[in-house]
């Protein structure tokens, strides 16, 4: 009998194909499984948030970087498919697992003072206004 599986959001399924072609396959889809190790992993890691600045044109990416919760949001998705091929027996162990990941800065969220709302809503049109 297979393993249930989780009920996903259309949503959620949109957020993760995303995710595998953009950051997934592009970059990781010409190894097999047995190429895949924990080096390549981290590679792919870093790659991922440090991104690839263009040589030819200065200022310029060939891959911009990723936010550190993105980045995590991707090596889940790829721990979780290896974690499958682990226990499908295609691999021995998952490459992912004890990969470093980039840290998340939590900043503190500031909220507008009433002379700010005010002069904000100086500003805006006033069809605007309402919301």
Request: proline share 9%; net charge positive; hydrophobic share 40%.
């Amino acid at each position: 009998m297979a393993a249930p599986r989780p009920q996903l959001k259309d949503t959620a399924i949109a957020s993760e194909g995303a995710r595998l072609r953009n950051h997934i396959r592009p970059l990781l889809g010409g190894y097999t499984l047995d190429e895949l190790d924990s080096t390549v992993v981290q590679r792919w890691v870093s790659y991922l948030s440090d991104g690839v600045p263009d040589p030819a044109r200065e200022g310029k990416w060939l891959r911009r970087p990723l936010a550190p919760k993105t980045v995590q949001n991707c090596h889940g998705l790829l721990f979780t498919a290896l974690k499958a091929a682990t226990a499908a027996r295609l691999i021995r162990v998952n490459p992912c697992a004890g990969t470093r990941l980039p840290r998340r800065i939590n900043r503190e969220m500031r909220f507008l003072t009433d002379p700010e709302i005010a002069r904000l809503l100086a500003a805006v049109p006033e069809h605007w206004r309402p919301l």
